[in-house]
Each structure stands twice: as structure tokens, then as C-alpha cells.
């Protein structure tokens, strides 16, 4: 069996492919970057040379392939729109292949925005022109109509491990720039999360299981409060903790601001009992504090 990987090269999809290997399955990587292919031809993997905005080499992949797991994305929040659209785009072009094949398609997004301030769960669906990423979302649910094997993978903001280069490296670091570790209001919003290794295995899972439209999440701690991750950066840091009003965080964290405000508690109940996954690795905090988060 061969599946294609976007996204292959990343912190992420590296894990993926990890994981597809020890299982048995070739697999074939997208890199768009010299580094990039050279990466993942030392780990045996088939390089397919191009990037998300290359439908025709998306397309020439996808034949060769049976299945596909969508973990590439471009991660500029400066033009949110844009990656959002492309990242349709190359959805869509994927599933045109893969059309009354019932292979699958899994497609990476997140738990972020799918309902702040309550309860994530896998039951609640993504709805068109609640974010910008929304739509690609609704449009590969969409492909199940057309006999594509298609589920959503959704991550939390964070997802943590060796080599971890996310929401977490950039706090720390903007707090070792300002001299403090800082959280908004109260810092009672909660941040759901996974290790990487854990999100990998569930990638894994659903390629081989899941049921046309169904989506998952891989979260591993329904929500730790962000208050306990500022101070767990202040402990590694030596730096004091302090809260700030929200206008003050934007000025203080910019567009992190955001994140760093948002409450996304979610669940992994139905994940779990449906798939028997069973995430083992560190969480968030013993992570930061073990794992080279302030080496």
C-alpha cells in the first residue's frame, strides 16, 4: 500500500510518516525545497517534488497513490485567506482523483475555532465562513458524496515534542525577549493538546478506518490552563509570571494575542472509543519542562 503525504517534511508529517513505515506502507512525500526532499530520502520516502499551489502535481501523485494524508498547509497568519484557499484547492484536486475509489483522504485542520468557550466535539461540523479555513473544511466533507473515503483530523493549537517549532517555541521566546511570561485576564481559557508522536498514530488510524465524513480529534488533554503554561515558561525561564488585560497582550504578544486569549476546551471521547486510540506520550506541561522546550 502507498500513501501519499503532504506535508511530509514537517514537524507533523515527519512523525506521519514514521508511523506509516513501522506499519508497512510506502510512502511517497511531497517537498517543495531541496532540503526538503533530502530529508525524506533518507527515510526511504518516494519524493514528489512540488508544493500545495501544483494541482497538476498533487493530481499526478494522487493516481499513483492509495490514499492520501493532507498534513501540508501554509502556516502565514498574515494572509490567512490566501492559505485557505489553497489549501481548498488542493483539497478539491486531490479528491477529483480519488473519486468513487473510496480510498481515503485525510485532511488536517484544528480545534481552535469550532466552538471557543465550550465543549469541542467531533459531532459539531464545520460550518462555511465561520474562518477562514472553514470552507476547505466543508468542502472536503463534501467529497464524501463523490465516494471519497474523506475524514478531518483535527489538531489543538498545540502539539508538542522534539523538534516542536509551534505556538509554544514562539511564547517562550517572546518571553525571554520581554523579560516575563504572560497570560490574559484570569488565564483560566484552556488549550487542548497532543504529542506529536500520539497525533501521528491517529493519522494512521484513520486512513485505515474511518468512515466517509467523519472527523476526529486528536486531542490528548481536553484543556490545560494557559495560565499553568505561563507559569511552567516563567519556572523554565526564571522569569516572573503576570497577567495582562487583553489590549495589553496584543501589544505585548501581536497577532498571539488571539490565540493566547482563546478558550478551546475539546474532547476526544468518540475518537477514542471509535478507533481505540490511546495516546501515551508526556503531556503539555511535563513536556515543556522535560523535553528541551528551554534548552
Given at each position: 500500500?502507498?500513501?501519499?503525504?503532504?506535508?511530509?517534511?514537517?514537524?507533523?508529517?515527519?512523525?506521519?510518516?514514521?508511523?506509516?513505515q513501522?506499519?508497512?506502507?510506502?510512502?511517497?512525500?511531497?517537498?517543495?525545497?531541496e532540503?526538503?526532499?533530502?530529508?525524506?530520502?533518507?527515510?526511504?520516502?518516494?519524493?514528489?517534488?512540488?508544493?500545495?499551489?501544483?494541482?497538476?502535481?498533487?493530481?499526478?501523485?494522487?493516481?499513483q497513490?492509495?490514499?492520501?494524508?493532507?498534513?501540508?498547509?501554509?502556516?502565514?497568519?498574515?494572509?490567512?485567506?490566501?492559505?485557505?484557499?489553497?489549501?481548498?484547492?488542493?483539497?478539491l484536486?486531490?479528491?477529483?482523483?480519488?473519486?468513487?475509489?473510496?480510498?481515503?483522504?485525510?485532511?488536517?485542520?484544528?480545534?481552535?475555532?469550532?466552538s471557543?468557550?465550550?465543549?469541542?466535539?467531533?459531532?459539531?461540523?464545520?460550518?462555511?465562513?465561520?474562518?477562514?479555513?472553514?470552507?476547505s473544511?466543508?468542502a472536503?466533507?463534501?467529497?464524501?458524496?463523490?465516494?471519497?473515503?474523506?475524514?478531518?483530523?483535527?489538531?489543538?493549537?498545540?502539539?508538542?515534542?522534539?523538534?516542536d517549532?509551534?505556538?509554544?517555541?514562539m511564547?517562550?521566546?517572546?518571553?525571554?525577549?520581554?523579560?516575563?511570561?504572560?497570560?490574559?485576564?484570569?488565564?483560566?481559557?484552556?488549550?487542548?493538546?497532543?504529542?506529536?508522536?500520539?497525533?501521528?498514530?491517529?493519522?494512521?488510524?484513520?486512513?485505515?478506518?474511518?468512515?466517509?465524513?467523519?472527523?476526529?480529534?486528536?486531542?490528548?488533554?481536553?484543556?490545560?490552563?494557559?495560565?499553568?503554561?505561563?507559569?511552567?515558561?516563567?519556572?523554565?525561564?526564571?522569569?516572573?509570571?503576570?497577567?495582562?488585560?487583553?489590549?495589553?497582550?496584543?501589544?505585548?504578544?501581536?497577532?498571539?494575542?488571539?490565540?493566547?486569549?482563546?478558550?478551546?476546551?475539546?474532547?476526544?471521547?468518540?475518537?477514542?472509543?471509535?478507533?481505540?486510540?490511546?495516546?501515551?506520550?508526556?503531556?503539555?506541561?511535563?513536556?515543556?519542562?522535560?523535553?528541551?522546550?528551554?534548552?
Amino acid at each position: 500500500m502507498r500513501i501519499f503525504v503532504t506535508g511530509a517534511s514537517g514537524f507533523i508529517g515527519s512523525a506521519i510518516v514514521k508511523k506509516l513505515q513501522a506499519r508497512g506502507y510506502q510512502v511517497q512525500g511531497l517537498a517543495r525545497s531541496e532540503v526538503s526532499a533530502e530529508k525524506l530520502q533518507q527515510q526511504g520516502v518516494q519524493v514528489i517534488r512540488g508544493d500545495l499551489q501544483d494541482l497538476d502535481g498533487l493530481r499526478k501523485a494522487v493516481e499513483q497513490s492509495d490514499g492520501v494524508i493532507h498534513a501540508g498547509y501554509i502556516h502565514d497568519f498574515s494572509r490567512m485567506d490566501h492559505a485557505a484557499e489553497v489549501d481548498q484547492r488542493a483539497i478539491l484536486a486531490m479528491g477529483d482523483v480519488l473519486a468513487g475509489s473510496d480510498r481515503p483522504l485525510i485532511v488536517t485542520t484544528g480545534t481552535a475555532l469550532v466552538s471557543p468557550g465550550r465543549l469541542a466535539t467531533e459531532q459539531i461540523q464545520p460550518a462555511a465562513g465561520a474562518h477562514p479555513r472553514s470552507n476547505s473544511n466543508v468542502a472536503a466533507l463534501a467529497l464524501a458524496d463523490s465516494g471519497v473515503r474523506v475524514a478531518l483530523v483535527r489538531l489543538p493549537p498545540t502539539v508538542h515534542g522534539a523538534g516542536d517549532h509551534g505556538f509554544i517555541p514562539m511564547i517562550i521566546n517572546m518571553a525571554k525577549e520581554k523579560g516575563a511570561a504572560v497570560y490574559v485576564g484570569e488565564g483560566e481559557n484552556r488549550w487542548p493538546a497532543v504529542h506529536r508522536d500520539d497525533a501521528a498514530e491517529l493519522f494512521c488510524l484513520a486512513a485505515e478506518k474511518a468512515e466517509p465524513g467523519a472527523i476526529l480529534h486528536a486531542v490528548q488533554e481536553e484543556g490545560v490552563p494557559f495560565r499553568q503554561i505561563a507559569e511552567t515558561i516563567g519556572t523554565g525561564l526564571s522569569l516572573p509570571v503576570k497577567s495582562l488585560t487583553l489590549e495589553e497582550a496584543k501589544a505585548w504578544l501581536g497577532w498571539m494575542a488571539f490565540f493566547a486569549s482563546t478558550d478551546n476546551p475539546s474532547s476526544s471521547a468518540w475518537t477514542r472509543q471509535t478507533f481505540n486510540w490511546q495516546p501515551s506520550g508526556p503531556g503539555l506541561l511535563q513536556d515543556m519542562r522535560e523535553g528541551g522546550y528551554f534548552a
